[in-house]
């Protein structure tokens, strides 16, 4: 059974840092895009960034771009989204989501995790 587990979200200021993980398990997910959603109360599910399993190059939505960096760790199955210079406009769940049938995530991902909470106070 596939599972993806994020950890890292909670509370920080505005100008915080932190830095979500999310743990892959029931297959190797080397050759699998890998990314991050989020989604703010009221308002669609949009893409945050995603890394490629082939060469780890990367994606970012204009609003993160410079702010925020997603990296991958084949070894530990594990994908991470340091984010920095946080704004009360990205406070959202912020879900995992991983992809086999292409190089970069789609809209509609195989795999999903559960979300983790990010909430930046202005």
């Known amino acids: 059974q596939v599972q993806l587990v994020e950890s890292g979200g909670g509370l920080v200021q505005t100008g915080g840092s932190l830095r979500l993980s999310c743990a892959a398990s029931?297959?190797?997910?080397?050759?699998?895009?890998m990314g991050w959603f989020r989604q703010a109360p009221g308002k669609e599910r949009e893409f945050v960034a995603d890394?490629?399993?082939?060469?780890?190059?990367?994606s970012y939505a204009d609003s993160v771009k410079g702010r925020f960096t997603i990296s991958r760790d084949n070894a530990k199955n594990t994908v991470y989204l340091q984010m920095n210079s946080l704004k009360p406009e990205d406070t959202a769940v912020y879900y995992c989501a991983a992809d086999s049938r292409g190089s970069w995530l789609p809209n509609r991902p195989d795999y999903w995790g559960q979300g983790t909470q990010v909430t930046v106070s202005s």
């Open positions: 029931g297959r190797t997910f080397s050759s699998y895009a």
């Open positions: 890394i490629r399993g082939i060469d780890s190059r990367t």
